[in-house]
Nanobody
Framework: QVQLVESGGGLVQAGGSLRLSCAAS?????MGWFRQAPGKERECVAA????????RYADSVKGRFTISRDNAKNTLYLQMNSLKPEDTAVYFC?????????????????????WGQGTQVTVSS
């Protein structure tokens, strides 16, 4: 069982930046960042493949957020710039334990086997 631990959340003013990190206790394959705001469904913010570093972003964060990973350190990152109040949510890191056949990158929660406990991001106006 791989453990995922997120860090880097906090309170920031609109227009500011935060960098989230997710440390995995073992090797993982597909990885992604999800978020969930009160009363809303969990949505995928960004996802990344293992080998090719193929990425995918939600339309709402394109051009503002950047997902990256360091496979040698088993760590996932999310650089968030130009933050908006609507970015306020709990952010979760997710990972798969294998490389699903035919899937390079995924924004579907059901694909992921491991989840972190979440880190709160609050953007004030």
């Amino acid at each position: 069982q791989v453990q995922l631990v997120e860090s880097g959340g906090g309170l920031v003013q609109a227009g500011g930046s935060l960098r989230l990190s997710c440390a995995a206790s073992g090797r993982t394959f597909l990885m992604g960042w999800f978020r969930q705001a009160p009363g809303k469904e969990r949505e995928c913010v960004a996802a990344i493949s293992f080998f090719t570093r193929t990425t995918r972003y939600a339309d709402s964060v394109k051009g503002r957020f950047t997902i990256s990973r360091d496979n040698a350190k088993n760590t996932l990152y999310l650089q968030m710039n130009s933050l908006k109040p609507e970015d306020t949510a709990v952010y979760f890191c997710a990972a798969t334990k294998s490389s699903p056949l035919g899937v390079v990158v995924s924004t579907t929660p059901d694909v992921y086997d491991y989840w972190g406990q979440g880190t709160q991001v609050t953007v004030s106006s």
